[in-house]
């Protein structure tokens, strides 16, 4: 089973979003059909202002970010309630960009992960070291202290291993640097361990081989780009 999921971050309307669903559903209905899909999970994180009903036979929709609460005072935020609403049952959690731009530290990311673990959620948790840890050559230890934080035992994890220095960046981390990383993840987790990266439609065949699937940024936003990572 290879995981393959495309964040759309802040792009895409709401209705450029449904189009894109609508259009990537038929696409896997009419030419593959369950055959190949069977042994793929395929998510699409849309913006949550997207968000729709999660019943696309064939992708999964979760929410890129969410506050650890049911509903109440949080003016800005998504609450669960916003998510039940629209079955979402899957969340991505720890993203760079929430811990980088947002000041989500290791705190706030275990709390959240306990919050929707606690509501059977599955989670995609991130993590990743900066181009300054990866220099330092302590990401390994980086990376386990970034997990320590949270039960790696959890049934519905999956790790999403995202070099920082290599998001949005087009720097692809090499075959041998997310090997190193993927296989001392596997030595502290069972969950599956995908990465994320700068993958594209070229060198994501590549990628799946050596992990459990990959989350896709920029090239997800490519229909034709994020489905031709489906067929490789
Ligand atoms: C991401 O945002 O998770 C990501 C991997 O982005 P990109 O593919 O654009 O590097």
Request: charged share 25%; glycine share 6%.
């Amino acid at each position: 089973m290879k995981v393959i999921a495309g964040n759309f971050k802040s792009n895409l309307t709401r209705k450029a979003s449904i189009d894109y669903l609508n259009a990537l559903n038929s696409k896997l209905d009419s030419v593959f059909d369950s055959r190949i899909c069977n042994d793929k999970d395929i998510y699409i994180f849309p913006s949550n202002t997207s968000l729709v009903q999660n019943n696309y036979k064939y992708i999964t929709l979760g929410a890129q970010n969410c506050n650890d609460s049911k509903s109440g005072a949080f003016t800005g935020e998504t609450s669960l309630l916003h998510l039940e609403e629209f079955d979402i049952k899957t969340i991505l959690i720890g993203h760079s960009e929430r811990r980088n731009l947002f000041f989500e530290n290791d705190d706030i990311c275990a709390r959240k992960f306990d919050y929707f673990k606690s509501k059977n959620f599955k989670i995609f948790y991130c993590i990743g070291e900066s181009l300054e840890v990866r220099t330092s050559k302590k990401y390994l230890d980086f990376l386990e202290s970034q997990l320590k934080v949270i039960d790696v035992d959890y049934k519905n994890l999956i790790i999403a291993y995202e070099p920082i220095w290599a998001i949005g960046t087009g720097l692809n981390a090499t075959l041998e640097q997310i090997s190193e990383c993927v296989s001392h993840l596997r030595d502290m987790s069972n969950a599956p361990i995908v990465y994320g990266g700068s993958v594209n439609e070229n060198n994501s065949s590549d990628i799946l081989k050596i992990s459990d699937g990959v989350l896709v940024g920029s090239a997800s936003l490519d229909i034709n780009k994020f489905y031709q990572i489906i067929k490789e």
